[in-house]
């Protein structure tokens, strides 16, 4: 059973302004497979947390297509970003306002409607198949939008474009994750 999730958008979280200057200076990072828009630094960043907490990874970024399945097979063309791959399970679903969220709500609400606690039940594309999430999950949301309802923000980890996710940011997303 799932029961932590991280709400994950990408730009200003896997990649940063810092990160495209450097690839600038680096030619030999994009000749070796490397993509400029995805930092690997970054993408261990997120990946500690999921070792750290058992948290499982919940696209919610522009990055996602119209369906998981979709999403996961653009992702893997990235070499960087197939180590998030392992710990997806969902992408959040557009709303009309691109509000996210609203977006975030309303997957959380799914879950808490048991939409997605069943293997037998038919398959949502919007969701990995093989797993289950518990009706209410621990969650963080790690963005550099601000564009949160109220309730969310206590689980809100707001990076800066500037620098993609911190390890302060890391180390409060474990905190969150792993509280009793």
Known sequence: MINKLIFLDVDGVLNSNEFAEWCYNHPEFQKNGGYHQISPTLVSKVIKICKE????????SSW????????????????????????????????EDRWRGKEIKYFLNDCRKNH?????????????????????PKYVIIDDDNDMLEEQIPF?????????????????????????
Not at 53 to 60: M, N, P, R, Y
Not at 69 to 93: A, C, F, H, W, Y
């Open 53 to 60: 907490t058992g948290a499982k990874i919940v696209l919610s």
């Open 64 to 95: 996602r297509l119209w369906n998981f399945e979709q999403t996961v097979k653009n992702l893997s063309s990235k070499r960087d970003l197939r180590p998030i791959l392992d710990n997806m399970v969902g992408i959040t679903k557009r709303t």
């Open 116 to 136: 997605f606690n069943t293997v037998t039940e038919v398959w949502n594309p919007l969701i990995k198949p093989t797993e289950k999430i518990v009706s209410f």
């Open 156 to 180: 809100f980890i707001q990076t800066d474009f500037m620098t993609g996710i911190t390890d302060k940011d890391v180390e409060k997303a474990i905190k969150i994750l792993n509280e009793e």
